[in-house]
């Protein structure tokens, strides 16, 4: 590994000088047509091979409806040209909820969300509902209640887990199937064109997946750590048309010690095999689009999911590159991407590159890398990138994502998220609130 550095290239030429001096599988392509290829997901169809991940505001009303900061953020990306709009986590059920906050689709809202999805359909993009359970890491009223599927012995203090907390069990694991199928439903009914089942990030089924020491018929072996994402997804089907996209962001890497991580060898390095497993079930069981993550934004390694310049508060400076970061995040897009032949799959990692990305984007599409060069924190920072790319204008130096990592740190602050650097007007007091009553002691 290299030591880390912030970016500070002036040129491709130079990023493309550093890619070989570090020996990292990066390609950098002139032609950027791969992006405004359109792309075909279950009977619908993306625009063009760029996707909006989803980037979490925290800023959602008391019922989980949407607010006047929500709304703005997705008319932002709603007409910035990406082909796909991945939106945010929406909790399925209220102890499910990451933070009070949290978006959460309801009958009594339900019309809201209607109404701004169709807003949002002004460039033709495919939108796409993400439902989470937060698990481990549920706060509903602004403090830690947790939801586990299994101990943790590194993660269990970090949210107050201490001597006999119980796990949850296969009884309400499986109570969420119907709660999920519920969402996916109303989701549907207000325009969305599919759903997400979030298991990413070690929220409850991430973490599931990797609960290779639970007993009975969700712990254990590949199959049953598994089991409830595919019957939850049995059921979204069931429950919605034929049309209707049923997605999956899942970490191929959580870079946690087995036996408490998925994707992990004993030796404690990534071990392919299970995400190699987990990826032909999902395609067999007829998930119809697939998105790449890895790590934990809330432990020790958040670099694994996001390369960045600074890292958030209380976190070590990473003993990698940035670099090979992000080259690891291509490499797992790749594997998911050979493994689901005709499913598509969305990469992530792009961010870091600033005006490069299109040029890194581009080629992993053309070499079957991905099927959608997915931009997260660099939609918060510049929604507008996907049109200045594909109308040939590129992308704006100074209108780029900076990976100070202060949206991160506004969500670890338990405040409303966005970019502190380039939209400074509504981010900055928000940030200066969340530092101030965090240091203070005073931050729910």
Known sequence: MAAHERF?????????????????????????????????VRGAQAPNAIAALPMEGCDALPDGGPSELLERRYHRISTGGAGLIWWEACAVVEEGKANPRQMMLTEANQADYA??????????ALQILQLTHSGRYSRPSGKPAPIVPQRD?????????????????????????????????????????????????????????????RTGKYGGSLENRARL?????????????????????????????????????????FDSSEPIKLTRMLCDSGFDLLAVSAGNPYYLHPQTGRPFDSPPEGIPVPNEHPLESASRL????????????????????????????????????????????????SSLAYPDAPKDILDGRGMAPEKCCIACSKCTQLMRDHERAGCVARDSRVYGPIYKQGREAATSGKST
């Not at 000088?17 to 990066?26: G, N, P, R, S, T």
């Not at 709660?179 to 409850?204: N, Q, T, W």
């Open 115 to 124: 109404r701004l999805v169709g807003e949002c359909r002004v460039s033709g």
């Open 330 to 377: 291509f490499s797992l897009a790749q594997l998911v991407a050979k493994e689901a032949g005709n499913v598509p799959v969305i990469g992530c990692g792009y961010s870091w590159l600033r005006q490069y990305l299109p040029l890194v984007g581009s080629a992993n599409l053309e070499r079957g890398g991905c099927s959608f060069v997915g931009l997260g924190r």
């Open 153 to 213: 012995p590194l993660l269990d203090p970090r949210v107050g887990i201490t001597g006999d907390w119980e796990i949850a069990s296969d009884a309400y694991l499986e109570s969420l199937i119907e709660k999920y199928a519920k969402s996916a439903k109303l989701a549907e009914e207000a325009g969305f064109d599919g759903v997400d089942i979030k298991a990413c990030h070690r929220y409850l089924l991430s973490e599931l997946l990797a609960s290779h020491e």
């Open 8 to 40: 500070k290239f002036k040129s491709a030429l130079e990023l493309a000088a550093k890619i070989e001096e570090l020996k990292v599988d990066i390609a950098l392509q002139e032609d950027l047509s791969p992006l405004a290829k359109p792309v075909r």
């Open 229 to 269: 994402l595919l019957e939850i997804a049995k059921a979204v089907r069931a429950s919605t048309g034929s049309g209707f996209i049923v997605a999956c962001r899942f970490n191929v890497f959580d870079n946690h010690p087995y036996p408490y991580g998925f994707g992990m060898g004993k030796d404690g390095t």
